[in-house]
């Protein structure tokens, strides 16, 4: 058995008994995508002089898989406001993703403001798998993993929508093809956020100008605008060598539609159109 797993539950890497100190309500969350820029983005905005980064660093998982720990819980991860700090928030890759965590978001946090990073959706799969690979949570190649997905993840969403307690290991570590349907997950924060509170960024566009996606976040979350150190402009990432020519024009063909029907969202209007051909991951 893996040993970072047991009983089908993901091992939390949070301390159950963190001092019940209610902080401020958190003002945003970055809810995605996984491998698209959430860890970088929820960084940077933990840089902004106005904000006052979550007490357990990244994120919390609360609204996903720590939910049973209750609302008091969840605000003693968040300081109080000092220095001129006037937003917290988090980041959580599982949030947009997760079937329960819109819904909990929006009853919770009503008038939050959530951040969306979308990656080129063949290359955040082929990511995705490197990093399950890494972190020992995936033991099968990259074509055979999305081979083996709906097997996988058979059932799975149901279940976690019947019982709010369970935490599903595949749902969450294996859903290669499916964590790439983005407009699905889209439409589902839109049913439940005005679109004005989700702002939606392209994560190639991170790298080429981050001091222009920065200043749209900035403008989102509505704190004052800053330039942060250090920042350089860098070429987009591209399509990873070793995916075989075959596979990776499969996966266009499966994610062409999709693509197309997230173009139309309000808030999005960009295709992955110049990110296709291959080069450096």
């Not at 019940?20 to 491998?35: E, I």
């Not at 799975?156 to 983005?182: I, K, T, V, W």
Request: neutral net charge; charged residues 30%; proline residues 7%.
């Amino acid at each position: 058995m893996n040993p970072r797993r047991a009983a089908g539950r993901v091992l939390s890497p949070l301390r159950a008994g963190l001092p019940h100190r209610k902080g401020m309500v958190p003002g945003y969350l970055v809810v995605g995508t996984k491998r698209g820029g959430s860890t970088s983005i929820a960084h940077y905005i933990n840089q902004h002089p106005e904000v006052a980064p979550c007490r357990t660093s990244k994120g919390t998982h609360y609204f996903d898989v720590h939910h049973g720990r209750g609302w008091s819980w969840y605000l003693s991860c968040f300081p109080p406001a000092r220095d001129g700090q006037r937003l917290t928030g988090e980041a959580s890759p599982y949030y947009m993703f997760h079937p329960l965590a819109p819904e909990r978001i929006a009853r919770e946090l009503p008038d939050v403001r959530l951040v969306v990073s979308l990656r080129e959706p063949v290359a955040r799969a082929w990511s995705h798998h490197q990093y399950e690979t890494q972190q020992g949570y995936e033991d099968r190649p990259f074509a055979e993993a999305l081979r083996l997905e709906d097997e996988r993840l058979a059932g799975e969403e149901e279940r976690l929508r019947r019982d709010p307690s369970y935490e599903s290991f595949s749902h969450r570590h294996h859903a290669y093809l499916r964590r790439g349907h983005y407009a699905e997950q889209l439409e589902r924060l839109y049913e439940l956020f005005d679109p004005e509170q989700v702002l939606v960024l392209r994560s190639e566009s991170m790298f080429t100008d981050p001091h222009g996606e920065l200043d749209r976040v900035w403008a989102h979350l509505g704190l004052s605008p800053v330039t942060l150190d250090g920042l350089d402009r860098l070429k987009a990432t591209h399509r990873p060598l070793d995916i075989d020519d075959d596979l990776a024009r499969e996966l266009d063909h499966h994610y062409r539609p999709w693509n197309d029907r997230l173009a139309k969202l309000p808030g999005v209007g960009f295709t992955w159109s110049d990110t296709t051909t291959r080069g450096d991951s």
